[in-house]
């Protein structure tokens, strides 16, 4: 069983710039879900994505959007970098339709300069 | 929105003591409660899982208890080792409706030798 794989492990980028960031679901799941996790915070949930369609979403502007493929991998893209943005981006995948719990990758650290 | 505090946020003990976690929420539609440990550079792994039609579920060391009326929840740890020392999130979500789970700031735990 493969687990929940995240690229790139860290990233560097300046204000303003925009930022693309990847998730590889576990096998046999169909929902990936994208957190933002500050030092010293917990995972603050910014969306879901269920069959390809967005299915919930936290308190993040829209300059945060995502997309899921249809071999259920995940791209999170943040517009118009932040200093604020600087965390730990992490993704956890799911089966849909039942009450199972969520699987985590290690995430991607994304320092904004 | 839903509302999750987590106490304390260090806890230290001594090898082969017991631990306790304790997590209030604020949304009484939340059903499912999840705990996680994180440990350092990784994304968290989930440890246990309570459902709201359950009081209490135990894995080997570790038990969650669930009080819907009061609306808290707690983790606890039996005989804790060195290994056990990480961070611990609590999260609530509402699973069937709109999902956007919420999770607590987090308990460093440090178990000494």
């Known amino acids: 069983e493969t687990g929940v794989t995240q690229s790139p492990t860290h990233l560097i980028k300046t204000r303003g710039q925009q930022v693309t960031l990847r998730c590889s679901s576990q096998?046999?799941?169909?929902?990936v879900s994208w957190y933002q996790q500050a030092l010293g915070q917990g995972p603050q949930f910014i969306f879901q994505?269920?069959?390809?369609?967005?299915?919930g979403r936290g308190n993040f502007p829209p300059r945060f959007s995502g997309l899921q493929f249809p071999n259920y991998s995940s791209e999170l893209n943040v517009n118009a970098l932040e200093l604020d943005d600087s965390a730990l981006y992490l993704c956890?995948?799911?089966?849909?339709?039942?009450?199972?719990?969520?699987?985590f990758g290690d995430g991607t650290r994304l320092s904004i300069l | 929105g839903e509302n999750v505090e987590q106490h304390p946020s260090t806890l230290s003990v001594q090898e082969g003591d017991s631990a306790v976690i304790k997590c209030t929420y604020s949304d009484s539609a939340s059903n499912y409660f999840p705990w996680y440990k994180q440990e350092l550079g990784k994304g968290p792994q989930l440890i246990i899982d309570i459902r709201s039609n359950v009081g209490e579920k135990k894995d080997q060391r570790i038990a969650v208890t669930l009080n819907k009326t009061a609306k808290h929840f707690s983790l606890h740890i039996t005989e804790t080792q060195p290994e056990d020392s990480a961070v611990y999130f609590c999260a609530a979500s509402r699973v069937g409706g709109s999902y956007i789970p919420t999770f607590g700031r987090g308990t460093s735990l440090i178990v000494h030798p």
């Open positions: 096998s046999g799941h169909n929902t």
């Open positions: 994505y269920y069959r390809e369609e967005e299915n």
């Open positions: 956890a995948s799911s089966w849909q339709g039942e009450d199972q719990p969520q699987h």
